[in-house]
């Protein structure tokens, strides 16, 4: 059993923001096969479903990006799914806007939902596809914040729906076996 989760804020407040980036790709991917998060539990929108012989549950957390672990070990825990089958897509400033890197392992990077999925999952050793959202100009605290939680302008849209685009096909790779270290051969 494989499990695919979209880091982000619930909300209709923070819909299209940057740090929505998860949410985003997961969505863009669920639409492709005409799929929805349609069940709530263990604090997050799901759906599971049997794809190319594999069961899958896609997974958005609503704890806030902050406590995304609680929901995502909750999930790991109860449906028994080992770590190495877990893939985290997260939003990632020291990328370039809508550049995709893959990692099976590693530190949290400074990302408070990484953080948080560490830390609850008792392992960094998780599958990361990460997708750039650039650091903001002025690199102070409260740039940071006001940027992550900033919609994408149309121009920077464009990029982020290619980075959709591939994040859906890494995804479809990941459901089929392919292990991380195809993965990252092939999109990094």
Wanted: net charge positive; with cysteine; glycine share 10%.
């Amino acid at each position: 059993m494989k499990l695919i989760v979209g880091l982000g804020n619930p909300g209709k407040k923070y819909d299209g923001t940057k740090h929505n980036t998860g949410f985003m790709a997961l969505d863009y991917y669920l639409k492709q096969g005409s799929l929805q998060l349609e069940r709530e539990k263990f604090e997050g929108k799901y759906i599971k479903q049997v794809i190319k012989g594999e069961d899958v549950i896609f997974l958005e957390p609503q704890t806030f990006m902050n406590e995304s672990g609680r929901s995502v070990a909750q999930f790991a825990h109860f449906f028994k799914i080992k770590a190495q089958d877990v893939l985290i897509i997260q939003d990632d400033m020291d990328l370039p806007l809508g550049k995709i890197r893959i990692r099976a392992t590693g530190k949290s990077g400074g990302h408070n939902g990484i953080k948080s999925i560490i830390r609850d999952l008792g392992t960094s050793d998780f599958n990361r596809l990460k997708i750039g959202i650039k650091h903001p100009a002025n690199v102070t605290e409260a740039s940071v914040i006001s940027w992550v939680l900033s919609k994408f302008s149309k121009e920077q849209q464009k990029l982020m729906d290619n980075a959709f685009e591939i994040s859906s096909d890494v995804i479809t790779d990941f459901i089929t076996g392919k292990d991380c270290q195809f993965l990252m051969n092939k999109y990094n």
